[in-house]
């Protein structure tokens, strides 16, 4: 019986299969504008990519062609993720918006369109912490897959960088919401090339109610306690289309966090999350 409860515990312990772990500890709100400013995150838990990410595409060897620095924290009313993302070429900035073959639509800010064909970030959250199988998320607010990108968004249009729809974008219940979230200020995207090019920083909220739905019309407060939630995080580069050729949309890079090649989407292949309830140097 003892051996069974240690299981149980183990497997209520991770929110994914895949093992890797991140905390978000509360925190100081921070102003979300595309700048770190000194401090701004220094109650945070930090950590780095994209070496050690999974990659969908060519694999990243250089940390000066791609790689980041992340922090996570919340306020007990959001949760704020930050990156500072080194990246050696900025499309649509240092190239032009070349379009893929698969997609001459790929710009386009509706359901045809690729949010995440760019310079982008990916934000994966499973809230309820729970799947069935081989399912990627629901497109609500046990589970959703969000893009920040860039040079497009839902707010700005093109050329202005920030929030769009992300998938399953062919649900249109998913579409929906994704885009009452946006509009409302739900979920919020700040991102900024850095001076000077080669980069940029991107700043994202998280509402918990709606956006971290634990149980059928129950969202996540700090009352509830420590929670452990799906996690992943996807980065995409888009160079010259050379320098991506032969993958899909001739995407030079896209690293994730969590998964594995061609499943990373899927709920069971994620990382964990945790909310925490207690400060960072409450647990030392």
């Known amino acids: 019986m003892l051996v069974l409860l240690l299981l149980t515990g183990a497997v209520l312990l991770r929110a994914g299969d895949y093992p890797r772990t991140l905390e978000a500890f509360p925190g100081t709100t921070p102003r979300l504008d595309g ?3 000194p401090g701004e995150y220094a ?7 994209v070496a050690d990410w999974i990659p969908q595409f060519t694999p990243t060897r250089d940390p000066k062609d791609l790689s980041l620095r992340g922090w996570v924290k919340h306020d007990g009313r959001r949760l704020y993720f930050a990156f500072d993302i080194t990246d050696d070429v900025l499309y649509g900035m240092d ?10 639509k790929a710009h386009a800010l509706t359901r045809e369109g690729y949010p995440w064909f760019g310079d982008e970030m ?25 893009v920040c990108n860039l040079t497009k968004s839902r707010q700005g249009g093109i050329g202005v960088g920030g929030l769009l729809e992300g998938e399953p974008r062919s649900k249109q219940a998913a579409w929906d919401t994704y885009q009452r979230w946006i509009l409302a200020g739900a979920q919020e995207c700040a991102v900024k090339p850095k001076p000077g090019g080669k ?3 991107l700043e994202w909220a998280v509402s918990f109610d709606p956006c971290l739905e634990v149980e059928p019309g129950r969202f996540y407060h700090p009352a509830l306690g420590d929670r452990a939630m799906g996690l992943n995080i996807a980065l995409g580069d888009l160079d010259e289309p050379e320098r991506g050729a032969g993958n899909f949309g001739n995407f030079h890079h896209e ?5 594995a090649k061609d499943v990373r989407t899927q709920l069971r292949h994620w990382g ?13």
């Open 199 to 201: 980069g940029y920083i």
């Open 122 to 146: 990916e934000l994966l959250i499973n809230a309820a912490n729970r799947w069935s199988g081989d399912e990627s998320a629901a497109g609500d607010g046990s589970s959703w897959q969000m």
């Open 43 to 49: 109650d945070a838990t930090s950590f780095t990519g």
């Open 35 to 37: 700048v770190l400013s």
């Open 272 to 284: 964990t999350l945790w909310i925490r309830t207690s400060p960072r140097n409450a647990r030392r």
């Open 95 to 104: 190239t032009p918006r070349w379009l893929p073959k698969e997609n001459p």
């Open 255 to 259: 690293d994730w966090w969590a998964g």
